[in-house]
């Protein structure tokens, strides 16, 4: 029996690398706010936090790397690849729980809020939108649990996938229940639309049956997807802009008003949003890889962080409302 070579890297690592690189990511873009405005003020980040994410993205780095060497000299020969992966997971969870209990319990809390709590904070949001980028990641995580497993679990993929939104709807509805603005109802809609299309997906990728069979009905299913699809991107490009960003504003005359003061370039964040957008539109349809798929929405959502948390901090400090006038009208 050879050896696999160590740049040969088993599927169940994929979620691991990008949950690194996303912390690795998150912490980078921390660095970069906390020098133009006052985080902590927005979400109770202060800069021990900074020294903990980096020595957080640096040991799940080496603990991937270790897991690799050590399955890959001493036991490919005794384990299998389902042992493999168990085995991955479970070190995994007890050595970053282990390192970092309170950053765990803290995340904990705040996923427990997001789901039962009856107040949305904005960590909760940027938390929960991150989520939603990373929706394919935990559906990866699932089906790789579930191989373990003699069960059929095919058809809940999609409803895995759905969960980030689905609490993200959650807090809208909550939001709305709140303050009865009518913002929070078309936000709703925004991710309310979202998870059909989800479903729609999972029935109409490439390698399905249902894609080798275009039949009367796949075909209408098809169509479908095309039209939910581009319904959905486009509400959400349009909401990232006016209502996350505030880059294209309805001032009190009616009268559309484009903000140029930006630090991290709105045009070029604009254009980046919509090519990486089209860019997963069309990986769907084609033969990219899932691994330059991923990158780009998580480079797309690091974007979208960037000019959140600017906005956010532009409403703070100069006691600015939502800018589009119509949705401020109570219902």
Not at 100 to 107: E, L, V
Not at 224 to 251: C, E, K, P, R
Request: proline share 4%; with cysteine.
């Amino acid at each position: 029996m050879m050896m696999r070579p160590l740049y040969s890297v088993p599927d169940y690592y994929t979620p691991l690398i990008y949950l690194c690189i996303a912390i690795c990511g998150w912490t980078l873009i921390l660095t970069v706010l906390h020098k133009r405005m006052d985080v902590h003020s927005i979400i109770g980040t202060s800069t021990s936090n900074l020294h903990t994410l980096s020595y957080m993205g640096m040991s799940l780095f080496l603990i991937i790397i270790t897991h690799r060497i050590v399955v890959n000299l001493l036991l490919q020969y005794y384990m299998t690849s389902t042992q493999c992966s168990l085995l991955c997971y479970s070190l995994t969870t007890l050595l970053m729980v282990g390192l970092f209990p309170k950053d765990t319990i803290r995340f904990i809390r705040c996923i427990g809020r997001s789901i039962i709590s009856h107040h949305v904070y904005f960590s909760d949001v940027i938390m929960v939108d991150v989520l939603i980028s990373f929706s394919h990641v935990l559906t990866s995580i699932f089906t790789g649990l579930m191989d373990m497993t003699p069960y059929a679990y095919h058809p809940f993929i999609p409803c895995i996938t759905s969960l980030p939104f689905i609490i993200r709807l959650r807090q809208c509805c909550i939001e709305y229940t709140n303050t009865s603005s009518n913002r929070h109802v078309l936000n709703a809609l925004k991710y309310a639309t979202a998870i059909p299309v989800l479903f729609l997906s999972h029935y109409t990728q490439q390698g399905d049956p249902l894609w080798r069979r275009i039949g009367p009905y796949e075909f209408n299913m098809l169509q479908l997807w095309y039209l939910s699809v581009m319904i959905t991107n486009m509400m959400a490009f349009t909401w990232d802009i006016t209502m996350d960003w505030g880059i294209i504003q309805l001032n009190s005359n009616q009268t559309i008003v484009i903000r140029k003061t930006s630090q991290f370039g709105s045009i070029l964040a604009i254009a980046l949003n919509a090519v990486l957008r089209l860019l997963k539109i069309y990986g769907h349809m084609s033969y990219l890889p899932s691994a330059y798929l991923n990158m780009a929405e998580i480079t797309r959502r690091g974007i979208w962080v960037l000019l959140r948390f600017e906005y956010e901090w532009i409403k703070k400090t100069q006691r600015i409302d939502i800018p589009t006038v119509f949705m401020d009208h109570k219902l």
